[in-house]
């Protein structure tokens, strides 16, 4: 079956920037998506890209895709002390019927942001 | 904020007794899905609702029954509530859409002892 892969902690200064990677398996995955989330609170989708893009750039965020070797990765510019979050990286195969929401995720790397 | 209500927020309950938590969104979205998350294993797919009165198995749904009678709700029961099903539950929806159409709701935190 599917499966995503995510390092579990990564801690930066303020001001640095944030790389968080993410590798999947599946090779028919059409949509890859970067969700948020903060302490005793739900997910927040950051962005997405589709699996035909090689980058999407929004704001502070940079993702970049390189299919051939399935890896997926967020580019958080000038950290601040909010971001500190959980980072979730998902993946959705098919573009139709019931695929969706029907999302495969990583185990979500711990982002720590210190002034 | 997408319009998703999860209820309840928090809940204790005993182990073998019935638990059911509601999602309940405003947006008329066909698609409505039950994940939870345990540390670990970022989020499970439980299962999932492609319009009313049908839905589907995830991959986690042993233990777990859905029904879906309007648009606007969709109901997760565990039967008899085990405490290996404590977890945080998240309801998402999603329309014909993709991508940015995909939203979660503020979860439910359910403790079986």
């Known amino acids: 079956g599917e499966d995503v892969e995510q390092s579990l902690f990564l801690s930066v200064r303020e001001g640095d920037s944030s790389v968080i990677n993410c590798t999947y398996t599946?090779?028919?995955?059409?949509?890859l998506y970067w969700y948020k989330q903060e302490p005793g609170a739900g997910l927040q989708l950051l962005t997405y890209?589709?699996?035909?893009?090689d980058m999407k750039q929004d704001q502070r965020l940079t993702v970049l895709l390189n299919k051939k070797d399935k890896h997926l990765s967020l580019r958080i510019a000038d950290t601040q002390t909010g971001d500190s979050a959980i980072y979730f990286c998902?993946?959705?195969?098919?573009?139709?019927?019931?695929?969706?929401?029907?999302?495969?995720f990583g185990q979500g790397t711990i982002l720590t942001v210190h002034p | 904020d997408a319009g998703i209500t999860q209820s309840p927020r928090h809940k204790v309950t005993e182990t073998g007794t019935p638990v059911t938590l509601r999602c309940h969104q405003t947006?008329?979205?066909?698609?409505m899905y039950w994940y939870r998350q345990d540390p670990g294993h970022g989020l499970r797919l439980i299962h999932y609702?492609?319009?009313?009165?049908?839905?589907d198995k995830g991959e986690v749904s042993d233990g777990y029954s859905v029904s879906r009678s309007k648009t606007e709700d969709f109901l997760l029961t565990l039967e008899s509530a085990t405490s290996s099903q404590t977890s945080v539950y998240f309801c998402?929806?999603?329309?014909?859409?993709?991508?940015?159409?995909?939203?979660f709701g503020e979860g439910s935190w359910l403790t079986v002892v």
């Open positions: 998902a993946e959705s195969a098919n573009a139709g019927g019931t695929s969706y929401g029907k999302l495969t």
């Open positions: 998402a929806i999603s329309g014909t859409g993709v991508g940015n159409t995909i939203y």
């Open positions: 599946d090779s028919s995955s059409t949509y």
């Open positions: 609702s492609y319009g009313v009165k049908d839905t």
């Open positions: 890209i589709f699996s035909n893009m």
């Open positions: 947006e008329n979205h066909r698609y």
